[in-house]
């Protein structure tokens, strides 16, 4: 191994990731706590060699291996020294955040040791971004645009920092921009007006470009990539989070559209109630097109609303009262309801066309048009909801239930993304890394590989370099009944749910796949547990919650699948993950049940290759949520009896790292009284 001690750099050229690392390396001094973990090295040498023979390479790296150091700085390397421009694509924010301000600062640093410099950039997507022409706009059209003195003084607000900020993306604005205020003043690439812009010097997003051009690592998320522009040419991607990845190609490639969406979209070209909108502001409109606009306006409203409530009643959706998820009900034949929404839309793009002869500005031109071609996207996703053509893709209806009005929606989705991302992705000639500490089954990359398309490609499975043997445990209660029996099952789950807590003395996160079940447990045992802060998800925000429960140390967090992935809790205050229910995909999802269908018209064993697959890999995230460091502790608790009496149990446990199991609360105390917080 060599050592890049201060006196004995070696020379740029012949520098590998090797380089860095080993006790004493330059890694090591730059990350406090830093423990040298050969796994991290194997996987730095991996994503060296692909991108520099331009392969593809799927590699899973457990908790604990250093994952992001691990791809960034044989990247950083090979973009700072070899001249190549490195994509690094995320599925959440959160991970961005953490690449951009922890870890590519520190791999920067570690190149300037060796003469090498380093750009990396983050960009987001054109709504994170302050458009400096709208927000004139928005000054000059307040009264119209803004309904209550709130939002027109945190425009004013915003119109002040303009002037000397620094960057445009909303995250970095030190001000509490109102929602409503933001979508009027934020980038909108159906109305830019490029090179016409008179701010386009000044433009805060052409800023960001022109860095993002430069920049030898640009981070973006997954939605952004697929999307395309803006993003500039680049020699390889790699693909964080990447078990997301199938679910983010199949929403680009599909629709959703809302009936609330529909309402915004009509409201911003009229508003009847308020008199605002678009047509409000037009200078110089043809002869009785005001009149005509209100018309069609109305029109369009009242045909959405005969729209969403027909698809609704024609699926049978029923009705619910309190706070529920969304109820899906899936299309399976065309022409269910006529298109109550053809005619009023027609009428609406007649009348947006005729306006663009009168505009009297480029921005109003850009708004015009921009309004004409959500329109003409709308009445085309609307008649292909309808005619519901073909097996390839899914149809369904949504109904979301809250203490507000429900909120309906029709999607499109393709059921295989394999072939698309087959084409466009992996056969473009560019190296493509996917990492996750998720990817594998049984030991395995055979479903991830046929999920995406991936023909040809290495692979490296590294497992945590944590010592789960000692760190952690596994618990199945016996006597549970078999989920089949729904009565008996949802009761045993309520009752080890409460006695838990008494064996426990930290955080415990009891994760559902039911809503209905969720409900339930939260309802018989709200208040039985005075010491210990209860959180349920749904009542604030996920982040909200997550640091209400961080903060508790000892909270009992009752959450369904936003808390299963990507959630970081070490220490105390997360102590125990109670899975309620082996986390296989419920059939009866349209997308889910479509895939299915799919699959086995083509033969396929879609439980053997789809079903079980995704179900361990979901059950892997959920376990990854307990053991976050080398000196965390805890328990896992399964209240599924199938993982010990079903053949295809023995996947699950073969799937996680090998635990010390526990055969009942006795045994669960004592280990939580062996490992003292």
């Not at 690449?99 to 090498?116: A, I, R």
């Not at 149809?395 to 999607?411: C, D, F, G």
């Not at 460091?629 to 399964?638: C, E, L, R, Y």
């Amino acid at each position: 191994m060599q050592n890049d001690a201060p006196g004995s750099l070696i020379p740029p050229e012949v520098l590998t990731p090797a380089s860095f690392f080993g006790p004493g390396g330059s890694v090591a001094r730059a990350l406090k706590n830093f423990e040298t973990r050969p796994e991290q090295e194997q996987m730095a040498a991996a994503v060296y060699k692909a991108i520099a023979a331009r392969s593809h390479l799927v590699v899973e790296a457990g908790t604990g291996v250093g994952k992001s150091i691990s791809y960034l700085l044989p990247a950083a390397l090979l973009a700072s020294r070899d001249k190549k421009k490195i994509i690094v694509a995320t599925h959440t924010k959160a991970l961005q955040e953490q690449l951009v301000k922890h870890d590519l600062p520190v791999v920067k640093g570690l190149l300037e040791e060796h003469g090498l410099p380093l750009k990396y950039f983050l960009l987001m997507g054109s709504a994170n971004y302050l458009c400096l022409l709208r927000l004139e706009r928005a000054g000059t059209h307040q009264s119209d645009l803004f309904e209550s003195e709130e939002e027109q003084a945190s425009a004013a607000d915003l119109r002040e920092w303009a002037r000397t900020g620094a960057s445009g993306c909303r995250s970095e604005i030190p001000l509490k921009v109102a929602q409503r205020v933001w979508e009027e003043v934020c980038r909108d690439p159906d109305i830019c007006l490029g090179r016409k812009c008179p701010h386009k010097e000044t433009c805060l997003y052409r800023r960001d470009l022109a860095t993002a051009k430069q920049a030898d690592i640009l981070v973006v998320n997954q939605h952004l990539f697929f999307a395309g522009l803006p993003i500039p040419a680049f020699d390889a991607v790699i693909f964080d989070e990447a078990h997301n990845l199938e679910d983010v190609a199949s929403a680009f490639m599909g629709f959703a559209v809302t009936d609330r969406q529909v309402k915004r979209l009509v409201d911003d070209i009229y508003n009847p109630k308020s008199g605002r909108g678009l047509a409000r502001r037009l200078k110089s409109p043809p002869a009785n097109w005001l009149a005509d606009m209100r018309q069609a306006v109305g029109d369009v409203n009242f045909a959405s609303k005969d729209f969403f409530q027909g698809v609704t009643e024609k699926l049978g959706f029923g009705s619910f009262e309190g706070k529920m998820p969304a109820k899906a009900k899936r299309l399976r034949e065309p022409g269910i309801i006529p298109n109550p929404l053809a005619e009023p839309l027609l009428a609406l793009t007649v009348l947006l066309s005729q306006a663009l002869g009168h505009s009297q500005s480029d921005l109003e031109e850009a708004e015009i048009k921009g309004y004409l071609k959500r329109c003409l996207a709308l009445a085309e996703q609307v008649n292909v909801f309808l005619k519901c053509g073909g097996s390839e893709h899914a149809y369904w209806a949504e109904v979301s239930y809250s203490k507000r009005n429900p909120a309906t929606s029709i999607h499109r989705a393709p059921v295989d993304v394999a072939d698309a991302l087959r084409k466009e992705l992996f056969e473009e000639g560019y190296p493509v890394i996917l990492t996750s500490a998720t990817l594998a089954v049984d030991g395995s990359f055979e479903m991830i590989k046929a999920r995406l398309g991936l023909d040809k490609t290495s692979e490296l499975l590294l497992n945590s370099p944590f010592n789960y043997d000692k760190q952690a445990v596994v618990f199945v209660p016996p006597e549970i009944p078999d989920p089949l029996d729904a009565r008996g099952y949802e009761a045993a789950v309520i009752k080890e749910c409460g006695l838990l807590p008494a064996a426990v003395d930290g955080g415990i996160f009891l994760l559902f796949t039911s809503w209905q079940l969720l409900v339930k447990a939260y309802g018989a045992l709200a208040g039985k547990f005075p010491d210990r802060p209860m959180f349920r998800q749904g009542d604030k925000l996920p982040q909200h919650l997550l640091a209400e429960f961080k903060r508790a140390g000892n909270g009992i967090l009752f959450a369904t699948d936003t808390f299963w992935q990507g959630i970081d809790v070490p220490g105390q205050a997360l102590a125990c993950v109670v899975i309620a229910r082996l986390p296989f995909l419920s059939p009866d999802s349209p997308l889910e049940e479509a895939r299915q269908e799919w699959m086995a018209a083509r033969g396929m064993n879609v439980f053997n290759e789809y079903t079980l697959p995704k179900a361990v890999v979901k059950f892997r995230q959920g376990f990854g949520r307990l053991i976050r460091s080398k000196t965390d502790f805890g328990a896992v608790v399964v209240l599924d009896p199938r993982i010990q009496t079903k053949r295809y149990g023995v996947k699950f446990l073969r799937s996680i790292p090998k635990c010390r199991r526990v055969n009942g609360l006795a045994e669960l105390k004592a280990f939580f009284r062996e490992h003292k917080f």
